[in-house]
């Protein structure tokens, strides 16, 4: 393979078969094409390990390999966000008024109920008052009756054959039934804080230890959430467990991108996510068989147990490794992977792997500081937060829409996988600017729609739902590829880490936003409907990143084409009227 690099450029100033500059329109075309050589010679410095991922294969036996086991760890990752729906299940229930029994022992639970607890307007018994304990004989009570009223005092009571719940447990009724969503709010701010410190920490110490570390958190804590004895304990396990998904999801992403070639990052990443729809049919059949909020939290957590011989065969990113000076790491992999790949990167291409001395270490403040940074971060930011707010509002309202919660469950899942699998072919044909902008407007759309759906129509309500999880599930997809994309290598995960805290707040908010129902039932759908216009409409400003190499360097204003297709423009550029300038001039060829 015959490389440029600065030293044949100059070289070329040399040559003395260069073409006549004496004519005038062989002049002009000249000068276009020493533009060519420039332009090639930076392409070629910044995407440098593109050129060893084409000598491995694009998507390869190892890369495929590398894929599944990133994948594995995501068929839990519905468990933890979305299966407490399944805990705090509405079930019948009504004040403790045992009260009573101390001086009526021989009361029917009928009597009992009938003497200390009023009823409503359609005669059934309250759920959240009863009559006041009084110091009177069972006779005197039965005559007259009791009439003040006040709030449970001494817990509730459920239907004996009701299996454990945490909404039985731990009482999440009446005045305590808002901590439901508050608890899944914690889950999110979980997220976020997973956001804010594994995204910047696996830029710093690597993404292998960083996503082993949050597979082991997600472990021993969700385990250890079947065994808490106090609802605030519970919290604060779940915001462990969410800190460690966000490290999982995000230094997942950046294995799944750095180890594949241009044309494979899409195939990479959302064959990952379908793992996660695939995780969510999974949840519906699991929390439909297993009723017991324990066991089931056992059994969404326990298998990752089985996944510990990552810490043998999970590698380290070797672009990543290039950019922080680890050459001979770096090499090791990449020899690892094309002896799995059943091919030979040529040893001359391998003394050509050296330490990226121009490429400095990116910081947070980086993404703001330069102006081209600064928009991508701050609209990327507007697309995860809009995807991450419809995407949860609908997830988690999966109870109100009027059918069997497991079957729409199920139905969830089900569409999810047709969505993630659509990406690789909307991202293909239409790009990723178009294809990001249009699902957020459709699910956006569908959520307003809602809106406007009778309350006695659930199965019109369910059926927009889903299309509207459908393209919300697309859009959340794309953003993942998009951002990989358009982030530089020095602060990839960084910038991802940073769209995720924004997708987490927005994960944060939306059980909030849910409260508001209570005042209308539109307000909730219309505010989750909202975000995501605007997030599409701001996407039309972004660059398009399809058929471009990965960036490394954050001072690169936008991503380039790729190597290849750069040549490809330059013959076609170059060779005109019969005359080929390029043989002239200099010679980039490229060879697998």
């Not at 915001?239 to 044309?263: D, K, N």
């Not at 139905?411 to 569409?415: E, I, P």
């Given at each position: 393979?015959?490389?440029?690099?600065?030293?044949?450029?100059?070289?070329?100033?040399?040559?003395?078969?260069?073409?006549?500059?004496s004519?005038?329109?062989?002049?002009?075309r000249?000068?276009?094409?020493?533009?060519?050589?420039?332009?090639?010679?930076?392409?070629?410095?910044?995407?440098?390990?593109?050129?060893?991922?084409?000598?491995?294969?694009?998507?390869?036996?190892?890369?495929?390999?590398?894929?599944?086991?990133?994948?594995?760890?995501?068929?839990?990752?519905?468990?933890?966000?979305?299966?407490?729906?399944?805990?705090?299940?509405?079930?019948?229930?009504?004040?403790?008024?045992?009260?009573?029994?101390?001086?009526?022992?021989?009361?029917?639970?009928?009597?009992q109920?009938?003497?200390?607890?009023?009823?409503?307007?359609?005669?059934?018994?309250?759920?959240?008052?009863?009559?006041?304990?009084?110091?009177?004989?069972?006779?005197?009570?039965m005559?007259?009756?009791?009439?003040a009223?006040?709030?449970?005092?001494?817990?509730?009571?459920?239907?004996?054959?009701?299996?454990?719940?945490?909404?039985?447990?731990?009482?999440?009724?009446?005045?305590?039934?808002?901590?439901?969503?508050?608890?899944?709010?914690?889950?999110?701010?979980?997220?976020?804080?997973?956001?804010?410190?594994?995204?910047?920490?696996?830029?710093?110490?690597?993404?292998?230890?960083?996503?082993?570390?949050?597979?082991?958190?997600?472990?021993?804590?969700?385990?250890?959430?079947?065994?808490v004895?106090?609802?605030?304990?519970?919290?604060?396990?779940?915001?462990?467990?969410?800190?460690?998904?966000?490290?999982?999801?995000?230094?997942?992403?950046?294995?799944?991108?750095?180890?594949?070639?241009?044309?494979?990052?899409?195939?990479?990443?959302?064959?990952?996510h379908?793992?996660?729809?695939?995780?969510?049919?999974?949840?519906?059949?699991?929390?439909?068989?297993?009723?017991?909020?324990?066991?089931?939290?056992i059994?969404?957590?326990?298998?990752?147990?089985?996944?510990?011989?990552?810490?043998?065969?999970?590698?380290?990113?070797?672009?990543?490794?290039?950019?922080?000076?680890?050459?001979?790491?770096?090499k090791?992999?990449?020899?690892?992977?094309?002896?799995?790949?059943?091919?030979?990167?040529?040893?001359?291409?391998?003394?050509?792997?050296?330490?990226?001395?121009?490429?400095?270490?990116?910081?947070?403040?980086?993404?703001?500081?330069?102006?081209?940074?600064?928009?991508?971060?701050?609209?990327?930011?507007?697309?995860?937060?809009?995807?991450?707010?419809?995407?949860?509002?609908?997830?988690?309202?999966?109870?109100?829409?009027?059918?069997?919660?497991?079957?729409?469950?199920f139905?969830?899942?089900?569409?999810e996988?047709?969505?993630?699998?659509?990406?690789?072919?909307?991202?293909?044909?239409?790009?990723?600017?178009?294809?990001?902008?249009?699902?957020?407007?459709?699910?956006?759309?569908?959520?307003?729609?809602?809106?406007?759906?009778?309350?006695?129509?659930?199965?019109?309500?369910?059926v927009?739902?889903?299309?509207?999880?459908?393209?919300?599930?697309?859009?959340?997809?794309?953003?993942?590829?998009?951002?990989?994309?358009?982030?530089?290598?020095?602060?990839?995960?960084?910038?991802?880490?940073?769209?995720?805290?924004?997708?987490?707040?927005?994960?944060?908010?939306?059980?909030?936003?849910?409260?508001?129902?209570?005042?209308?039932?539109?307000?909730?759908?219309?505010?989750?409907?909202?975000?995501?216009?605007?997030?599409?409409?701001?996407?039309?400003?972004?660059?398009?990143?399809?058929?471009?190499?990965?960036?490394?360097?954050?001072?690169?204003?936008?991503?380039?084409?790729?190597?290849?297709?750069?040549?490809?423009?330059?013959?076609?550029?170059?060779?005109?009227?019969?005359?080929?300038?390029?043989?002239?001039?200099?010679?980039?060829?490229e060879?697998?």
């Open positions: 393979m015959l490389r440029v690099t600065p030293q044949t450029k100059l070289s070329l100033a040399h040559d003395t078969h260069k073409p006549d500059l004519m005038p329109a062989l002049k002009g000249v000068k276009m094409q020493e533009h060519h050589i420039c332009l090639a010679i930076e392409v070629v410095t910044m995407t440098e390990f593109g050129d060893f991922i084409s000598a491995l294969g694009e998507f390869g036996l190892y890369q495929k390999l590398l894929v599944l086991f990133l994948s594995l760890p995501l068929l839990l990752s519905p468990f933890q966000m979305i299966g407490q729906v399944f805990m705090v299940v509405d079930v019948p229930h009504h004040c403790n008024t045992s009260w009573i029994r101390a001086i009526g022992p021989n009361l029917t639970e009928e009597e109920l009938n003497l200390t607890l009023p009823r409503d307007a359609d005669g059934v018994y309250e759920q959240c008052s009863m009559y006041s304990p009084v110091d009177r004989d069972l006779g005197s009570i005559a007259y009756g009791l009439n009223t006040e709030k449970c005092s001494s817990g509730w009571v459920y239907p004996s054959a009701q299996p454990p719940s945490l909404l039985t447990e731990f009482d999440l009724v009446c005045d305590r039934k808002d901590l439901n969503d508050i608890s899944q709010s914690v889950y999110m701010v979980g997220l976020l804080l997973g956001a804010m410190i594994f995204g910047p920490l696996s830029d710093r110490v690597g993404r292998r230890s960083i996503f082993l570390i949050s597979m082991l958190l997600q472990c021993l804590f969700g385990v250890g959430i079947a065994f004895p106090h609802f605030y304990v519970y919290m604060a396990f779940r915001c462990v467990v969410g800190a460690s998904v966000s490290g999982i999801l995000i230094t997942a992403l950046a294995l799944a991108t750095e180890w594949v070639g241009v044309s494979s990052r899409p195939k990479a990443v959302l064959i990952s379908c793992f996660i729809a695939i995780g969510q049919m999974l949840l519906a059949g699991l929390s439909y068989g297993i009723r017991n909020w324990r066991l089931l939290e059994a969404g957590s326990a298998p990752m147990f089985a996944l510990f011989f990552y810490i043998w065969v999970l590698p380290e990113s070797a672009r990543w490794l290039v950019t922080k000076g680890r050459i001979e790491e770096a090791k992999v990449l020899q690892k992977a094309a002896s799995i790949n059943k091919c030979t990167i040529p040893p001359g291409l391998l003394e050509q792997l050296k330490p990226e001395t121009q490429t400095k270490s990116g910081s947070t403040l980086d993404l703001f500081r330069k102006k081209h940074l600064r928009k991508v971060t701050l609209i990327m930011s507007c697309t995860w937060f809009a995807d991450s707010f419809v995407y949860y509002g609908l997830s988690l309202n999966v109870t109100s829409f009027g059918l069997d919660i497991y079957l729409t469950q139905a969830f899942g089900a569409v996988l047709p969505a993630r699998f659509c990406c690789i072919f909307l991202l293909q044909w239409f790009g990723r600017k178009k294809t990001q902008a249009a699902l957020l407007l459709l699910s956006g759309l569908m959520c307003l729609v809602i809106t406007g759906i009778p309350e006695d129509q659930p199965v019109a309500t369910t927009l739902a889903i299309i509207g999880k459908f393209t919300a599930t697309a859009s959340f997809s794309t953003s993942y590829v998009y951002s990989a994309e358009l982030f530089p290598t020095v602060v990839r995960q960084t910038g991802t880490g940073l769209c995720s805290m924004s997708a987490r707040v927005a994960g944060i908010m939306a059980p909030l936003i849910r409260l508001l129902g209570q005042y209308h039932r539109a307000i909730p759908m219309a505010i989750f409907g909202s975000a995501p216009v605007v997030g599409g409409l701001l996407c039309i400003l972004l660059p398009e990143t399809r058929g471009t190499d990965l960036v490394d360097d954050s001072g690169v204003a936008a991503p380039q084409l790729s190597t290849r297709r750069l040549e490809i423009m330059s013959k076609r550029d170059t060779t005109e009227d019969g005359v080929d300038l390029e043989k002239d001039v200099y010679r980039c060829s060879s697998k």
